[in-house]
């Protein structure tokens, strides 16, 4: 019988990575491990001038996690599974695909508004080519602007704006109010001043006010998993974007723990691995493997396990999401991953793979095996 000693576990160090660690460091302790995150800065975490589809790198949140696996200093890592290449080192394995949180996207705004109610022209902010494929689709007469940061960092873009605007006016009518003092008649326009105003405010609202605004957005999309994850979900007004219009990036929701084949992994596996999850990111993974659409080009695959059959809707866009190639189908779970397969080379003969294609040719070539959801760590 195996010894358990503490478990060393790589995670990046953002707020929303160790967040997501924590949730699989309390799995393995409920099960009586011991669990010691351990956050390993990446390449992809060090970058801040550039959006991860113009990297031309490989899993640049993944790779150095993964290294001190191999490497023998950790026992396991775990990632998000979207920011995963398609390809694994071949001594690793997914010991555990833990069960999967809210998959689809999310719209936030700052007073509700909805993908609907967006007027013409109005500013939205993503840094992912297959949700501004999927918002042109749906709404050619947005304008979509590069975003990103961690989600507090891009909810703190959205919201700055009008939070600054109206600390102004709070600071002027201050300057009003004590201009008025002893005045009986004077009628102050708010009734709190600007410094019980401010005490009022959430971090993440304090922290917009101090950001310096570069672009106006007037939504950004994020992915829902993260958003709530972050603890941010209850701060902000958001509309839940429907999974089979915005066909959500393989994987996303879902966490993988990574490992070295062997009993470790058998065992994490055996405490907190999620069938179904597994079955339905398999389907997707295996599907965007096949297409070789990596972060290169816009394309949504989302399954879900419905009794003995995996319910899988796939969207191929161009770029500016001015033409696409959709479809569904119903795999059987016993097989998933070969009808998996056989779906992908569908959807590549009736043009995904020519979709693919150009979207690498404007790329400048870039293998484009790592995730369009790759985003760096810091603010």
């Known amino acids: 019988m195996r010894t358990r000693g503490t478990l060393r576990l790589a995670t990046r160090g953002s707020t929303l990575a160790r967040r997501q660690a924590t949730l699989v460091q309390e799995a393995l302790e409920d099960r009586r491990y011991e669990v010691e995150l351990v956050t390993v800065e990446t390449t992809g975490d060090q970058i801040r001038d550039e959006l991860i589809h113009q990297l031309g790198k490989t899993g640049a949140f993944v790779r150095e996690l993964d290294e001190r696996v191999l490497e023998g200093e950790l026992d396991a890592a775990i990632h998000s599974m979207k920011d995963m290449p398609t390809e694994q080192p071949a001594d690793l394995v997914t010991a555990a695909v833990p069960e999967r949180g809210r998959p689809g996207d999310v719209l936030v705004t700052p007073d509700g508004t909805?993908?609907?109610?967006?007027?013409?022209?109005?500013?939205v902010g993503t840094s992912s080519l297959r949700r501004r494929a999927q918002l042109l689709s749906e709404r050619p007469d947005l304008e979509v602007e590069p975003l990103r940061g961690n989600v507090d960092t891009r909810l703190e873009k959205l919201l700055a704006p009008?939070?600054?605007?109206?600390h102004q006016e709070r600071s002027e009518a201050d300057k009003e109010r004590k201009g008025n003092t002893g005045?009986?008649?004077?009628?102050?326009?708010?009734?709190?001043?600007?410094?019980?105003?401010?005490?009022?405010?959430?971090?993440?609202?304090?922290g917009a006010l101090g950001r310096e605004v570069e672009t106006e957005y007037d939504?950004?999309?994020?992915?829902?998993?993260?958003?709530?994850?972050?603890?941010?979900?209850?701060?902000?007004d958001y509309q839940e974007l429907s999974?089979?219009?915005?066909?959500?990036?393989?994987?996303?929701?879902?966490?993988?723990?990574?490992?070295?084949?062997?009993?470790?992994?058998?065992?994490?596996?055996?405490?907190?691995?999620?069938?179904?999850?597994?079955v339905e990111t398999t389907v997707?993974?295996?599907?965007?493997?096949?297409?070789?659409?990596?972060?290169?080009?816009p394309v949504g695959i989302y399954a879900i396990v419905q009794g003995e059959y995996v319910h899988t809707n796939v969207s191929v866009f161009d770029r500016d999401g001015e033409?696409?190639?959709?479809?569904?189908?119903?795999?059987?779970?016993?097989?998933?991953?070969?009808a998996a397969r056989e779906f992908a080379r569908d959807?590549?003969?009736r043009g995904a793979a020519e979709l693919i294609e150009q979207a690498r040719e404007a790329a400048g070539g870039d293998d484009g095996t790592a995730s369009e959801e790759d985003k760096p760590a810091g603010k």
């Open 219 to 236: 939504a950004i999309v994020l992915a829902g998993a993260g958003l709530e994850r972050s603890g941010l979900a209850h701060y902000v």
């Open 162 to 166: 009008a939070l600054q605007a109206e």
């Open 347 to 349: 959807l590549a003969d």
């Open 183 to 206: 005045n009986e008649d004077f009628e102050p326009e708010y009734d709190r001043t600007v410094d019980e105003w401010f005490d009022d405010l959430s971090e993440l609202e304090k």
């Open 243 to 278: 999974t089979s219009t915005f066909v959500p990036a393989p994987g996303q929701g879902a966490l993988a723990v990574t490992a070295p084949d062997g009993e470790t992994a058998r065992d994490i596996q055996t405490h907190i691995d999620h069938p179904r999850s597994r």
């Open 114 to 123: 909805t993908l609907e109610e967006l007027s013409s022209g109005a500013t």
């Open 284 to 297: 997707e993974r295996t599907i965007l493997s096949e297409l070789g659409g990596g972060c290169i080009a």
């Open 323 to 338: 033409e696409s190639v959709t479809a569904s189908r119903d795999l059987p779970v016993e097989t998933h991953a070969d």
